[in-house]
């Protein structure tokens, strides 16, 4: 069955959505990250996923106690990406609570580094983050299209361990127009054994559905729950 990993992104410490990555184009839903957190733990959700928003745009983990607060007071399984860029951010995420870490510009950027995440701690801790816009490599909070394919980016680092691929399609995000189900069947076909984290475009329950069909590992819920499209109710029969 498909894990349902809701999203917290986070800018000043506040629960906040962005469209396709725009800082302009933001909305606040929330000032408690973590009443949001228990919410979802009462629900029966058992996984999160925190991003550092603010960390992203400064090159830094900036929300770590927020983090820290959530990993202290849920039980929650809370994979944590956003501005982890040198080895003293990725200790700061997991000292605050993190059970892993996904990183995404780093492992174009900086390879070297993000190798040797994944030798130190493992494919079980280390999420490959791949944001994508038509099947390039996107980064730098998905300003700058790279010249790397996601299959050749992909295929790279699961020879070296990956075990997990955190995709996001960067041309759905935030837009509630459902997700990339070709790009996601295409990653499931080349790459069977890499656990596919879809991201980006889930707008309905139905969504869900035909990605638990496809056999994706887990799905990212953002703007659709925060917009009421998706209610943790409707989650049920996946948890």
């Known amino acids: 069955m498909i894990e349902i990993i809701p999203a917290i992104d986070l800018i000043d410490g506040k629960c906040v959505r962005l469209v396709q990555g725009d800082f302009d184009k933001k909305t606040e839903y929330h000032s408690?990250?973590?009443?949001?957190?228990?919410?979802?733990?009462?629900?029966?959700?058992?996984?999160?996923?925190?991003?550092?928003?603010?960390?992203?745009?400064?090159?830094?983990?900036?929300?770590?106690k927020v983090l820290e607060e959530i990993c202290t007071n849920t039980s929650l399984h809370v994979d944590f990406g956003g501005g982890i860029q040198s080895d003293e951010d990725i200790q700061i995420a997991f000292n605050a609570g993190a059970k892993q870490v996904t990183g995404g510009s780093i492992a174009i950027k900086n390879p070297e580094l993000f190798k040797s995440?994944?030798?130190?701690?493992?494919?079980?801790?280390?999420?490959?983050?791949?944001?994508?816009?038509?099947?390039?490599?996107?980064?730098?909070?998905?300003?700058?299209?790279?010249?790397?394919?996601l299959f050749d980016f992909t295929e790279e680092y699961a020879a070296l361990g990956a075990k997990y691929l955190f995709c996001t399609d960067v041309s759905k995000d935030g837009l509630l127009a459902g997700p990339s189900f070709e790009l996601y069947n295409e990653v499931r076909n080349k790459f069977p054994k890499l656990k596919l984290i879809a991201s980006g475009g889930v707008t309905t329950v139905d969504d869900i559905a035909k990605l638990n069909e496809m056999g994706v590992y887990a799905a990212i819920i953002g703007k659709a729950y925060y917009e009421g499209r998706i209610k943790l109710e409707d989650l049920k029969r996946f948890l």
């Open 32 to 64: 408690n990250p973590l009443e949001v957190a228990k919410k979802f733990e009462d629900a029966g959700i058992k996984r999160l996923h925190v991003v550092d928003l603010d960390g992203a745009r400064q090159k830094k983990v900036v929300n770590h």
């Open 117 to 149: 995440w994944l030798k130190n701690y493992g494919g079980e801790k280390i999420i490959l983050g791949a944001d994508v816009k038509n099947k390039m490599i996107a980064v730098s909070g998905w300003q700058e299209v790279t010249t790397t394919s």
